[in-house]
């Protein structure tokens, strides 16, 4: 085999190194993703420029690229915090988080990429040991788990956003509590659905008690006023115009009982 030239050689060492420089260059950046550029002979992190964004970047060998996710991003944790009376409770909650974009430099410099262990968990976890605290187990079994949820939202955002985290949602997805006071709770609630439904029954009957008055109030309001308005005369009357058409029947016979203009008539029909 003939040896290389002298002048080949050089050549095919300056192509490897110039390979081997190409390839510590070359940095490729995935969807979902950003890049934080470090300058090893200059300032360091670049702070003052965006992210590197998505695709294919060339870098100087000596700089390096640290990748971050900067998609919504989910944390779940099993907490046991105390509640207004001491009581431990186990609650399961997840966050939905993600770096804030234009401030990722900031974020690398002064947390770095284990920013979820250092900065989100204790922030969440200290939200809500917070809140769980100022409520009681039954406030946790109600309606108010809701408002509980907000409550922790509110709390951990307050400190993340000085952190260049972006905080979009904390869900309370259970709540557990000691299974006595899950019991004793269940039996109270229980005993207030009972009482709603026997005062409900309760209502029902006095209005249709009010019902009923109202209803014999009319009719003897109705008898009151019929009965003042049948006089003497009109019943004298009544009694003349049925005396006449009981006349007209050809199987009656008529005696006039007294005289003159007080004679009553009175209709015998025959057998």
Request: charged content about 25%.
């Amino acid at each position: 085999m003939e040896k290389l030239p002298k002048v080949g050689l050089p050549i095919l060492v300056a192509i490897i190194i110039l390979v081997i420089v190409i390839a510590k260059s070359a940095v490729t950046i995935d969807s979902g993703e950003a890049g934080v550029l470090f300058k090893t002979f200059g300032d360091g992190v670049v702070v003052d420029e965006p992210p590197m964004g998505e695709g294919f970047h060339v870098v100087a060998p000596w700089n390096k690229v640290y990748i971050y996710e900067v998609r919504q991003q989910e944390l779940f944790e099993k907490m046991k915090v105390l509640s207004s009376n001491g009581l431990e409770i186990q609650i399961d909650a997840s966050a939905w988080y993600q770096p804030v974009y234009n401030q990722l430099g900031n974020l690398h410099q002064s947390l770095g990429q284990g920013y979820l262990q250092r900065v989100i968990q204790p922030a969440i976890r200290s939200a809500a040991r917070s809140v769980i605290g100022r409520y009681t187990p039954d406030d946790l079994y109600s309606t108010k788990r809701d408002a509980i949820q907000v409550e922790i939202f509110e709390e951990t955002k307050k400190i993340l956003d000085r952190q260049y985290v972006q905080l979009n949602e904390v869900l309370v997805r259970d709540v557990t509590l000691p299974p006595t006071i899950k019991e004793a709770i269940e039996r109270k609630l229980k005993q207030e659905q009972e009482s709603l439904e026997y005062e409900f029954r309760l209502e029902s009957a006095r209005k249709e008690a009010e019902k009923v008055i109202i209803e014999a109030q009319g009719k003897a309001e109705s008898n009151r006023i019929l009965s003042a308005s049948l006089t003497d005369k009109i019943l004298q009357d009544k009694g003349i115009e049925a005396t006449v058409k009981l006349s007209q029947s050809p199987n009656s016979k008529v005696i006039v009982i007294g005289s003159g203009d007080t004679g009553l008539p009175i209709i015998l029909g025959n057998q």
